[in-house]
């Protein structure tokens, strides 16, 4: 028998090992008494053992064991404080996995953690994942090798889950097109995916990118490149993105930095839709998230996206993001000021910003907004301002009359929106985690 982790209080005789002195039987009884706590307010018998040949020296360890399980209780205790102090600290999504230190061993457990209308990313793991760690940092668009980020990202199918040996600075040859139910998983090392080309998911769903340094992308020419599921496709011209969203779904973009790039750091174009961009750090860029691909693209009226945690800033100059005809859930993210404006959009999009923190820069435009033509669609314009925090002169010009649209997220999408007067709090983290 093993006794273990219980908490026994206010009480005379506590626990009994064995039924009285005359009952021999006893003798063979063997138990474990571990990690527990005894008081307060405990008498005795913590515990009494009866029937024993090797009694005063089973009474010394016993007596060890409970000084032991009295320590052991209280540093369990002590983390858990410690672990529920560090909790008030973080967001949902940081709290489901950065509360476990052994997350190392159960890196799959991060796709629980997902919130918004991406969803809980469960299609991500199961028994048949498989592990895959990045050795390589060469690239061959159209024969990759395996050991680099593109046969794994590529080549294999079924569901992936890919991490990296040590740091490394990837150089793609060409946009590295992610296959479905792929994870990219760069928590414990430093990895920087920069100089060249940089990422797209094309036609794909349930992908994770999570923890990876994208920067100084280049615009690409036409040429052929290995597609999802091993299979070369031929691409067009492809601007100098960090991140490309082309008809995808059910995507979640989560703590990546992202910065200095010709055109944008992420767009979510051509019908892409449950998407979940949380916990980024955005910086020194001009054009920073687009959202629907074009005004005359009317597929993106789907489009469905939530933007939560994430720090705009320093050197941005607008779209954090820019909308177009679609749905944009902006909350609880840091705005650290901007040129033109923070949000934007054209064709009537829908727009509930809510519980932000917008600093105003020092000079320039303090107006968050920017609309394009909104009187060209009047009737489909909703751009509200729920409980945000403005600082240094910072305003908001909101959609009169109307509706506040609202994200009507499922059960597992939904998530508690946090006054903004904690949200330089929850974004701290923001960006890859060092």
């Known amino acids: 028998m093993t006794i273990s982790n219980n908490w026994f209080k206010n009480q005379d005789k506590v626990m009994l090992l064995g039924h009285d002195d005359g009952y021999v039987r006893d003798r063979n009884m063997k138990v474990t008494v571990v990690y527990n706590h005894f008081g307060p307010n405990c008498n005795q018998r913590m515990p009494r053992r009866r029937v024993n040949l090797q009694r005063k020296k089973e009474e010394c360890s016993e007596r060890l064991t409970a000084a032991a399980s009295i320590f052991l209780r209280s540093s369990s205790l002590s983390y858990a404080k ?12 940081d709290r489901c996995w950065r509360l476990n230190p052994k997350w190392r061993r159960h890196r799959s457990q991060l796709a629980t953690c997902s919130v918004g209308y991406a969803g809980k990313m469960t299609n991500n793991m199961d028994k048949d994942l498989i592990y895959y760690k990045v050795t390589d940092i060469s690239d061959n668009p159209i024969n990759p090798k395996p050991g680099t980020l593109r046969y794994g990202a ?15 600075n990837i150089k793609l040859e060409k946009p590295l097109l992610i296959s479905s139910f792929t994870t990219i998983d760069g928590r414990g090392a430093n990895v920087h995916i920069a100089n060249n080309a940089c990422l797209m998911i094309f036609k794909a769903t349930n992908v994770i990118i999570h923890g990876i340094r994208v920067h100084h992308c280049n615009p690409q020419a036409p040429g052929i490149v290995m597609g999802p599921e091993g299979k070369v496709i031929p691409l067009g011209h492809v601007d100098g993105d960090a991140i490309r969203l082309v008809t995808a779904s059910n995507i979640w973009i989560d703590h990546n930095t992202l910065y200095d790039c010709p055109d944008g750091l992420l767009d979510v174009t051509r019908g892409s839709t449950n998407v979940t961009i949380s916990n980024n750090w955005f910086k020194n860029q001009d054009k920073v998230m687009l959202l629907g691909h074009d005004d005359g693209y009317v597929r993106d009226r789907n489009m469905k996206v939530t933007v939560v945690y994430n720090h705009f800033g320093p050197n941005c100059n607008q779209r954090m993001p820019r909308i177009r005809h679609g749905y944009a859930h902006v909350a609880n993210n840091f705005y650290q000021g901007w040129v033109q404006y923070a949000i934007g959009g054209s064709m009537g999009p829908s727009l509930k910003s809510e519980a932000n923190l917008f600093i105003a820069p020092m000079t320039g435009s303090k107006e968050v907004t920017w609309r394009k033509d909104s009187q060209k669609n009047g009737d489909r314009w909703e751009f509200h301002s729920v409980n945000d925090a403005f600082e240094n002169g910072a305003s908001f010009e909101i959609t009169k009359g109307g509706r506040v649209p609202k994200p009507n997220y499922n059960k597992e999408q939904s998530f508690e929106v946090v006054d903004a007067k904690f949200v330089r709090l929850l974004t701290r983290s923001s960006g890859v985690i060092h």
Do not use: A, H
Not at 87 to 93: F, R, T, Y
């Open 82 to 93: 410690q672990s529920k102090i560090n909790g008030l600290k973080m967001n949902v999504i």
């Open 154 to 168: 590529s080549m294999i199918q079924g569901k992936v889950w890919i991490t990296f040996e040590r740091d490394m």
